[in-house]
């Protein structure tokens, strides 16, 4: 055997060899970076790469959102001086979890933006859009009329009809029964959403529960009823498991990571929840767009809303 007959070998070998040190060019790309952050006296960015050998300065009230390159996120909110080679211990190499690949699709997200494929640029499924998703009601549910939950924390959110708001601050009453109507649970705010925990009080245990926004002093202006439903025993089930791979993590980039994954599983209004999580406690632009996308896409959102009402 000559060495022509090695050359289709040894190119393949070098072309493998080199999408893999391609791959390892960097140790960590930058998610989120607020304040004074810098890098070898640069400052960083989302998308910024850091190799092994710098240092990272961090002054002052920050907050830095690192992706390892093995898909592995890092969070530094206290300020200091950090080897990027030290940071590197914290994570293990590898990534095969379920988690592991919601987390490189929102790495891929929030670093790539414009791309084609990106899902910043699609829709929700056409089929499960209807006319049924809007309402004639003052008060509009940017929630379809019925949602699947899982148990625990969501977030209800709605908006007031222009033609409907009024010139006074507004005060909304939140109220939600069970299947038999009766009242279990009152209360009222001025903002614009509302958390449960369907785990609390009489909320528990219910398969299935009704719930009305209304402005206090003005019943007139009111939602429609809408549903929460809890899911099956097999669904509830599965999804539990799914969660047993997703880190026990309250950072910014894991609630990104977990609000993406009920998002695909179709649990808008957990989804909410922990995507304002993450933005009450990094307040990064980019995952407020991050969140925006995920809601103007899923037409939650008054402008997806209204855009989706000209369709009909």
């Known amino acids: 055997m000559n060495a022509k007959q090695f050359t289709p070998l040894m190119i393949l070998l070098c072309t493998l060899l080199s ?9 960590f790309k930058v998610l989120g970076s607020k304040g004074e952050v810098t890098a070898n006296g640069t400052p960083l960015k989302v998308g910024s790469t850091l190799s092994s050998s710098q240092t990272i300065k961090i002054a002052g009230t920050a907050y830095l959102g690192l992706a390892h390159n093995s898909g592995k996120t890092l969070e530094i909110t206290q300020a200091g001086t950090y080897k990027v080679s030290e940071l590197q211990k ?14 490189k699709l929102v790495i891929n997200e929030l670093t790539n933006a414009k791309a084609k494929n990106n899902r910043f ?4 499924k056409t089929g499960s859009v209807t006319r049924a998703t809007l309402t004639e009601s003052p008060v509009q549910m940017m929630l379809p009329e019925s949602i699947k939950a899982l148990d625990g924390n969501i977030t209800l959110k709605w908006y007031l009809k222009e033609e409907a708001d ?13 299947i038999f109507r009766d009242v279990l649970l009152e209360a009222e705010t001025e903002q614009s959403q509302f958390n449960l925990d369907l785990q609390d009080g009489e909320l528990k245990g219910n398969k299935a529960l009704l719930y009305t926004v209304t402005v206090v002093g003005n019943e007139k202006l009111s939602s429609d009823d809408h549903v929460i439903k809890r899911l099956s025993n097999k669904e509830k089930a599965e999804i539990d498991e799914a969660l047993k791979a997703f880190p026990d993590d309250e950072s910014a980039i894991g609630q990104l990571i977990l609000g993406t994954y009920f998002e695909d599983k179709e649990l808008y209004a957990n989804s909410i929840y922990v995507f304002e999580k993450a933005i009450a406690t990094s307040g990064i632009e980019e995952f407020k767009s991050y969140y925006q996308a995920f809601l103007d896409r899923n037409y939650l959102s008054k402008k997806s809303r209204e855009q989706l009402a000209q369709k009909f």
């Open 166 to 178: 009024t010139s006074e601050t507004v005060r909304y009453k939140i109220t939600v029964k069970n």
């Open 90 to 103: 914290k994570v293990t190499s590898g990534n095969s979890s379920l988690a592991g690949q919601y987390a």
């Open 19 to 27: 999408l893999h040190a391609s791959a390892q060019s960097y140790a």
């Open 121 to 124: 640029n699609q829709r929700v």
